[in-house]
């Protein structure tokens, strides 16, 4: 069925090039036309893929100038498709601008999902994932980062921040410095590609295991941190909720015994579960 004219943007794998979806490769196919960050990428993607098609070079240099070119050719039937170097287009890549035009102007944009590096690393975090906010990347210079993370300081829901190798060891520094070197964090480096990996913990336990291993400070990374305890409900943690939670942690595991002590206090979960990690010693 051909497809009708708009824009589609469409997710490209993140590294493993199994990851594209069917719909994915469908719309590749039946588009005009293709606006793709770096033609030579893309073209070795659809080269694997078996697609012949035109492409026009969409970046953050000529944005603007091509966004006029190609809402003229929606404007006159046809079909184009937006994809970047990796993932989703528009998270932390080119294609606000195009997005934006071709909805000002009244023609379709429809999303083609798949692959994004800030939800697979969430999924398989082992973080709090029904809230969280994604930060892009951190500024590049180490006060600038600073001043910034200072912002997050009180911040409840996970954190989420894309990095480069070249900062990751200074990054985390700074998360320290900033967040203390107590709270919780998780490194997903290479998702999805040959040498994978994910590394839990406080930041210095991720920090020593980076610095320890160079292999840990190459590739694609995305760094996530647990939120903030918020102070008021810290507050809230009365000696009789301690004694509750005491309880039952002799008789159920962690996990059931913060459950149960929330319903019954009214006391977050996540909250009681540190709380709980206190009382065991596991945590200071
Ligand atoms: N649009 C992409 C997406 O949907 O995730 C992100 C593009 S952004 C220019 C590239 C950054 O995403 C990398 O520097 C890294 O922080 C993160 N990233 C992309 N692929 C990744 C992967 N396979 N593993 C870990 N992080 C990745």
């Not at 098609?53 to 953050?60: D, G, R």
């Not at 039952?248 to 319903?263: C, F, Q, R, W």
């Amino acid at each position: 069925m051909a497809l009708q004219s708009g824009l589609y943007v469409v997710a490209t794998p993140i590294g493993n090039l199994g990851d594209i979806t069917a719909r994915a490769i469908d719309t590749l196919a039946k588009v005009d036309v293709i606006a793709a960050e770096d033609t030579r990428h893309t073209g070795r993607l659809l080269q694997h893929l078996a697609i012949s098609k035109p492409m026009i070079s969409l970046h953050e240099h000529n944005e603007r100038e091509k966004s006029e070119l190609l809402v003229g050719r929606i404007a006159s039937g046809q079909s184009v498709a937006l994809v970047s170097d990796a993932g989703t287009p528009l998270i932390s890549d080119p294609g606000y601008h195009l997005v934006s035009a071709v909805r000002e102007a009244g023609f379709l944009v429809s999303p083609v999902p798949g692959a994004c590096a800030v939800v697979a690393a969430l999924s398989a975090s082992g973080l709090p994932s029904d809230k969280f906010v994604f930060e892009g990347f951190l500024p590049s210079r180490s006060a600038a980062r600073r001043a910034y993370l200072g912002t997050l300081i009180s911040e409840p829901r996970t954190l989420v921040f894309y990095e480069s190798p070249h900062r990751i060891v200074e990054s985390i520094e700074d998360l320290a410095f900033i967040f203390g070197g107590e709270r919780q964090m998780v490194i997903g480096r290479e998702l999805t590609k040959a040498f994978e990996t994910m590394l839990c913990g406080t930041i210095l336990q991720v920090k020593e295991r980076v610095c320890a291993d160079d292999n840990q400070q190459k590739g694609e990374f995305v760094i996530l941190l647990r939120g903030a305890v918020p102070a008021v409900a810290q507050e809230s943690v009365t000696p009789e909720c301690d004694r509750l939670l005491r309880a039952l942690l002799k008789e159920v595991p962690i996990k059931l015994a913060s459950k149960i002590a929330a319903d019954v206090t009214g006391i977050g979960k996540n909250q009681l579960y540190e709380r709980a990690l206190v009382l065991q010693g596991k945590r200071d």
